[in-house]
């Protein structure tokens, strides 16, 4: 079977009704069981799973799925984070591997899966690709180009709704064009604190130190000729419909100004410096005291804050032999803070992305972007291009959902794996 393009899925909502009927159908087709059928599939595991489905789409045709083991309604199977309680139960083949001579004569264990679902029911749901050189061995092999590398990936990137931050976005751990201000480090959302009618949008740029070669990066916290950009989507189609634009004076005698804007619709979606004014002449904080602004029911906050995360920098760089050092606790980044009534973010639910953008002869052109967990350090040639450059790969905007078996989500807060939480408000303005 070659992988097939199509779109075959129906994105029924996973509800508890749903899952009832389903299960009701299953228990009504058992009971019926014919003297013969079509085609037979041997083992309900991730392949087994996706052939019966395929096969059942068609009204032609009769499909039985036979299955050794037993039901998957099972905390331990339905709650991913109990994978582990399923090896060497009956839930697992406990394959044993051959005794190896490399491992002084001991047997490794081969966990399977032997339950409805198969192994994807007690595994550890890790999402990982396939190594390139393998899916290129199956092309070779099947004498089909439909399974090289190049092609899977389209199918990867399909069943993906996440991508992560281009953290480092210049060589060697450098900054987007060796300019640090323009270098996007963190994004926040959450509800604000005694007030859950209100969210707290916070986009971090500009880290005070740099790694290689080590020293302090400029005082000046904000470039004035970049934009800096809080894009939501508010309705779903992964495009911006509302956009915070904040731009930068420049910086005179130790002093910067800034400015907030807001657009929505066509506006927010495109690029430009322009929309209704929020916040004008905001004094950036450059010391201690945290100034904010107040507009209505926006308050505004732009300047130096301490770094918020613990970074093991030269473990990372050290081929991740962690140091347990926090390289960033003594250093600082520049935050733009915005504290927006929930109501001007619609009633759906949001997702929430950050950029920055800097002028070019023929208008803006984006150079850094993010809202997850530093990703394109660990990525190499095409890949590493496609997450800094968004319009190359086609991909939608930054939002991580973490499922479990049973369907319900947990959600992933913007940063660098800061915090995670269930809270409906943060879900809503959250990613
Ligand atoms: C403990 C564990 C953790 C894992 N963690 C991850 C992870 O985090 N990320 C990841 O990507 N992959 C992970 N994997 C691997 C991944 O789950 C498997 O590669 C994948 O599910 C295999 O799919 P499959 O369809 O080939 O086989 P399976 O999913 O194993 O399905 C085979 C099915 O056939 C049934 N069967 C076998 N013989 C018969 C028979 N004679 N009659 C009827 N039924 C039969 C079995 O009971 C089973 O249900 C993990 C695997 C295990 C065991």
């Known amino acids: 079977m070659a992988p097939t393009t199509d779109n075959n899925s129906t994105n029924e909502p996973e509800t508890p009704e749903f899952e009832a009927r389903i299960q009701a159908t299953q228990r009504r087709l058992a009971a019926e069981l014919q003297s013969s059928y079509d085609f037979i599939v041997c083992g309900s595991g991730s392949s087994g799973s996706v052939v019966a489905r395929r096969l059942a789409e068609s009204d032609d045709v009769s499909v039985l799925l036979l299955e050794a083991g037993g039901t998957d309604d099972l905390p331990s199977v339905r ?69 090289r590398y190049e092609s899977v990936l389209g199918l990867y990137r399909r ?111 495109g690029i430009g410096d322009g929309g209704q004014v929020i916040v004008a002449s905001a004094r950036v904080s450059t010391g201690r005291d945290a100034r904010v602004t107040e507009a209505g029911e926006y308050r505004f906050f732009a300047g130096w804050r301490s770094d918020p995360f613990f970074f093991d920098v030269h473990g990372m760089l050290n081929n991740q032999q962690f140091t347990g050092d926090d390289f960033f606790a003594d250093k600082n980044v520049c935050s733009i803070v915005l504290e927006v009534p929930n109501s001007v973010l619609g009633t759906n639910r949001v997702s929430l992305w950050a950029r920055t953008l800097v002028g070019a002869v023929g208008g803006w052109v984006q150079v850094d972007r993010g809202a997850l967990p530093a990703q394109a350090v660990f990525l190499v040639g095409t890949e590493r291009d496609c997450v800094h450059d968004g319009r190359a790969c086609g991909r939608r905007p930054l939002r991580f959902r973490l499922r479990t078996r049973s369907g319900a989500h947990g959600w992933v807060c913007t940063g660098r794996g800061k915090a995670s939480g269930t809270d409906t408000a943060a879900r809503r303005a959250v990613l």
Not at 101 to 126: C, D, E, F, Q, T
């Open 159 to 269: 069943l993906e709704d996440w991508q992560g931050s281009p953290h480092y976005s210049g060589p060697d751990f450098g900054f987007p064009r060796g300019d640090a201000r323009l270098d996007f480090t963190d994004l926040y959302a959450f509800p604000k604190p005694e007030d859950p009618r209100k969210s707290i949008l916070v986009m971090n740029v500009h880290p005070s130190a740099v790694v290689t070669p080590p020293g302090p990066t400029t005082a000046e916290p904000f470039a004035p000729e970049a934009l800096y950009e809080l894009r939501i989507n508010t309705n779903g189609d992964a495009v911006a419909d509302i956009a915070y634009r904040v731009r930068f004076s420049a910086f005179d005698n130790g002093s910067q100004s800034t400015t907030l804007r807001r657009v929505e619709g066509v506006q927010a979606a």
């Open 79 to 147: 709650d991913a984070g109990q994978w582990l309680a399923n090896v060497g139960t009956e839930r697992d083949w406990g394959f044993q591997a051959a005794p190896n001579r490399l491992l002084n004569g001991r047997r490794l264990s081969l966990s399977a899966g032997k339950v409805l679902g198969g192994s994807s029911s007690i595994n550890a749901m890790i999402w990982s690709r396939g190594h390139k050189n393998d899916w290129e061995y199956f092309a070779e092999e099947a004498g089909d180009p439909r399974w």
